[in-house]
């Protein structure tokens, strides 16, 4: 063999080690907070989870949950959290659930700050309601989905996640907000707000852990065992409950295996939902 194809052969070999150790995938959680709560809570997770599982992951969010969705559905992101992918058209995408955060029940709420007037949700009836985003399944789809079977037609108004829309009730620019329980919760000890609720949900789950198609198996794996092997060590453990402290949740919220079964609820949403929101 010539000079030559050896050293285009090693030349080659050398091209596609560096393109493995430059793989870089991308993990997009949905906004549930303001972007940079989002980027504090989930940046010590990731870096934690990189360095035990030996892959490289960095954190891509945008500006709304909406737009950190659209990333997700233009393939710029293999490693996700959350409920954004369980209508029929995305579930045959192909992403898996591997995991979720281990938290009491969630639930879509229609909440007024504690002082309104308003009582029922009948008085919504062309008032303007504000919602995280379009793609918000707890906090949007199901109390919207609900407000329309029962004939309340309201003027919705989206803060681009949940905290911007809280923000919005109580400055006094909407009269009522569309949430998910946990994080009204959270808002309301973190900024000492006090809400009535107008309507609850069913109980559901928190959000998935999920991989995409394109993740190569070893990495999926080691990426699944990091998360939920971070409550079992120290390090991790303690990276969780300070994580948890800055937007005010449970000190057991951590990471645990999940096969995608628990979300059945989402999916027979989609089975009855009006069509504007499937």
Sequence with gaps: MSRFFIALLLGLLSLSVFAQEARVYRFSPVNQYGINMTAEYWNPIINYVSEKSGVKIQ???????????????????????????????????????????????????????ADSSITSLNE??????????????????????????????????????????????????????????????????????????????????????????????KDAAAVAAAFIGMAKDPVGLSILHKASQLVSLNADAIFIASNGSEYSAYRKFYQTAPANLR
């Design 59 to 113: 954190l891509k969010i945008g500006r709304t949950s909406a737009d950190t969705t659209a990333y997700v559905l233009a393939n710029e992101a293999e490693f996700i959290f959350s409920n954004h992918m369980f209508s029929p058209d995305r579930e045959a995408l192909g992403w898996k659930v591997f995991g979720r955060r281990q938290t009491p029940p969630v639930q879509g709420q229609i909440i007024v700050p």
């Design 124 to 217: 919504l009836k062309g008032l303007e309601v504000a919602f995280p985003g379009p793609e918000a399944l707890v906090a949007y789809k199901f109390p919207y989905a609900h407000l329309l079977s029962k004939g309340i037609d309201i003027k919705v108004v989206f803060g681009g996640n949940m905290d911007g829309a809280l923000a919005q009730l109580f400055s006094g620019k909407v009269r009522a907000v569309g949430g998910n329980s946990q994080l009204l919760e959270a808002y309301g000890r973190r900024e000492n707000k006090k809400y009535r609720v107008l309507w609850t949900s069913e109980p559901l789950h928190d959000l998935a852990l999920m991989s995409s198609p394109r993740v190569a198996d």
